[in-house]
């Protein structure tokens, strides 16, 4: 007869001897597999949501028990400080940013089972405004960078359409246009004037050193396509508004004149 103890889930060798009087003796060994009786969640994988959806979890895909059916299992939910989590008698989770907040969080999910064995696993939930990736990130490689900007500018030249996505992730004022300012949008970023695209209607603020970006773009197009770019530009009277950003007395780039921003606000 054999007792087991916490620890002891896993495959056991036992060796039986059998002797005669005579001291001849044989030996035979058995498997024997202790089972732990906790909840095992499998690995939940990392996932995306995009607001203002809701995304929903079917936990009971991923766990097991050995001896508890999964109605029975209870689950709750750590590490969610932005992320609202709820987690319904039918064990799905429906998860949603009510704030409209984006960015990643790591949440936990716990699950106990009637003996109060516990098993847990985290989960990293990217929320973002746009399927596939944040905002400025237009090729949704994880990365904002100098490709994001020439990606976009080859869509406003009509040279390859974005997709639906594409156009979303392009957006950086959340405006729902794409134009030159959303491009710029995204220079502030890969510049590090701003952290991140804004995401919502405001201005975009230009600055010196973003125009000077674009310029160093000129390699990336052809001449007709650039000029067709500067154009653009010119059209929403950007060079117009920086040349009155430099002009002003105190530094445009360490400290943006909001008349400047306004300026820009209502073109
Ligand atoms: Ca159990
Ligand atoms: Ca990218
Ligand atoms: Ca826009």
Redesign the pocket.
């Known amino acids: 007869m054999w007792s087991t103890q916490d620890g002891d889930a896993g495959i056991h060798p036992v060796i039986f001897y059998v002797y005669d009087e005579r001291g001849g003796y044989d030996v035979d060994t058995v498997a024997i597999q202790v089972m732990d009786n906790a909840p095992q969640i499998s690995d939940i994988p990392d996932t995306s949501l995009t607001v203002p959806d809701t995304l929903m979890l079917d936990l009971d895909q991923f766990v097991s028990d050995c001896n508890d059916r999964l109605d029975v299992l209870q689950w709750n939910v750590t590490g969610n400080t932005h992320l609202a989590v709820d987690i319904g008698d039918d064990r799905l989770a429906r998860l949603f940013s009510p704030d409209g907040w984006t960015g990643t969080e790591l949440v936990t999910f716990i699950v106990h089972d009637p003996d109060e064995n516990v098993s847990s696993e985290e989960c990293l939930i990217m929320v973002s405004l746009c399927p596939g990736g944040v905002l400025g990130d237009v090729d949704a490689n994880g990365a904002i960078n100098v490709l994001d900007v020439v990606t976009a500018i080859n869509h406003l030249l009509n040279i390859q359409e974005l997709d639906t996505d594409g156009r979303c992730r392009a957006?950086?004022?959340?405006?729902?246009?794409?134009?030159v300012?959303?491009v710029l949008g995204i220079v502030n970023v890969i510049l590090g004037i701003f952290p991140e695209c804004p995401g919502e209607t405001v201005g975009i603020e230009i600055h010196p050193e973003a125009m000077g970006f674009l310029e160093s773009l000129r390699p990336y197009f052809s001449l007709p396509e650039f000029e067709r770019f500067m154009t653009m530009l010119k059209e929403v009277r950007i060079p117009e508004a920086l040349a009155q950003s430099r002009n002003l007395a105190s530094s445009f780039s360490s400290s943006p004149d909001p008349d400047i921003k306004k300026t820009i606000d209502t073109l």
């Open positions: 957006d950086c004022n959340g405006d729902t246009i794409l134009n300012l959303d």
